[in-house]
């Protein structure tokens, strides 16, 4: 599922879960009058009368709530657990090695491959998507910057 189907998932989840927790509590005191001489009970007191005397029958509240918050905390914690970040987007910008003739990702990476390499520290910048060329860069002074000797004559790439 993407992103968007779980949160709404979760979200509606979540609505639930406090729709039935808060309406449990809500009903929590409507069996309670004040000046009762029994004091507090659970639920609403129905009083019936057969034949000699009444008989008291008290509601008390139903197990329905707390296994709704059961299951949904099952749900939720289920998929909260399987929950997978999103990937990262891909590169805009590729780096190529003009002299190995070889593709990096990173400046990091090129600066890796060139310990081991006895040419000049130049790269092109390529558009990840469609390999057209936008830059050289060229280390100087202990960091990269545009090359100023190509000018924008130069195709560079492949």
Not at 36 to 43: A, E, K, L, T, V
Not at 63 to 84: E, H, R
Not at 107 to 136: C, F, K, M, N, S
Request: aromatic share 12%; proline share 8%; with cysteine.
């Amino acid at each position: 599922m993407n992103r968007i189907v779980k949160r709404g998932f979760v979200t509606a989840l979540l609505v639930c879960l406090a729709t039935a927790t808060l309406a449990s509590a809500a009903q929590a005191d409507r069996g309670h009058r004040r000046g009762s001489d029994r004091g507090f009970f659970h639920g609403p007191r129905v009083v019936r009368t057969w034949g000699r005397g009444p008989v008291i029958i008290e509601r008390h509240s139903e197990a329905g709530p707390a296994i709704a918050g059961f299951l949904g905390g099952l749900v939720l914690g289920a998929v909260l657990s399987n929950a997978q970040p999103a990937p990262p987007p891909p590169p805009a910008f590729v780096y190529y090695d003009p002299y190995c003739h070889e593709r990096f990702a990173s400046l990091a990476a090129y600066e890796a491959h060139l310990r081991y390499q006895d040419h000049p520290w130049v790269i092109d910048v390529l558009d990840a998507r469609d390999g057209r060329y936008l830059d050289t860069y060229v280390w100087q002074d202990g960091h990269w910057g545009p090359d100023q000797d190509r000018g924008d004559e130069y195709e560079g790439g492949e």
